[in-house]
């Protein structure tokens, strides 16, 4: 018997037969995924893992959380820094607590079933289709590139705009309650910030713009959160929520900068110090 391929044996392929790339049904998912990325910058591939490896996903998950870095930050929805300066009332002048904290790349095990996910090419190309880019590689970023979420009982990961244009994330364990990802699509466009909508919800007065996701462990979501303000709501009960971020871009060779990393995971590594001395990014855009 033929050896299975990552795909078959972490993915429900029977829903997603994305192991064999001339398979109609993985086409078809392409195309739904697709339909609803242009419609609202997000779509979730429920029951993306097989169903009987999700208890699996969830305590890997609950073994490598001890690993997060914690540090609640001053941020706000821009994520530029709290001094530059805005008119009165522009909505990057409110201040959220950001008290959610990721497990670095360097602490999830190449076993575990989110980092085999995470580099395997069938299923980068399977993204990279449903997003319609032609190139997708992996953070050249030894932290960043893949990260466990953990949002811990009262602490929330508030509202903000995503620097990359694309994310891949996948829930391997709720919280009891709260801990809901929320999203408001297209809420401001490359053209517009549109920030009366903007503030109207982070001030708590936009629920015309909000939709609410309740995810599964296991479920795929893709999501286009430079344009689509989102957050995850606060975390209640008495159980961390745990969600895996796949980082990836379109162009290869990116890493973050040194200042970033120190922020988000407490620790730089030389890769981070020798890409500061040779900028890989393509643009001078803030972070
Ligand atoms: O953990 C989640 O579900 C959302 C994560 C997120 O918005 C981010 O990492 O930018
Ligand atoms: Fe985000």
Known sequence: MA?????????????YPLADAADPGRDAAVARA??????????VLRGFIRPELTATLRAQGEAMAPHAHYEVERVNAYNIPLDTELPQDHPGRIVLERGNAFVPRDRIPLDALIHRL??????????????GLAELHEFADPLAGLCLNVVAPGM???WHFDTNEF???MLTQPAESGGIFE????IRTPDAENLDDVRAVLTGAGERSIQRLVLRPGDLQLFQGRFSLHRVSPVAGARQRHSAIFAYTDRPGVIGTVERTRQLFGRVLPDHLAAAADVVRGDRLLD
């Not at 697709?34 to 779509?43: I, K, V």
């Not at 299923?123 to 289709?129: G, I």
């Open 3 to 15: 050896a299975l391929g990552v795909l078959d044996e972490i993915v429900d392929t029977a829903r």
């Open 34 to 43: 697709r339909a609803e990325l242009a419609a609202s910058g997000c779509t």
């Open 118 to 131: 995470y580099v395997d090419a069938g299923f980068q190309r399977f993204v990279a289709d449903c997003f």
């Open 156 to 158: 929330s990961h508030p």
């Open 167 to 169: 994310t891949v994330s």
């Open 183 to 186: 999203y408001c699509p297209n």
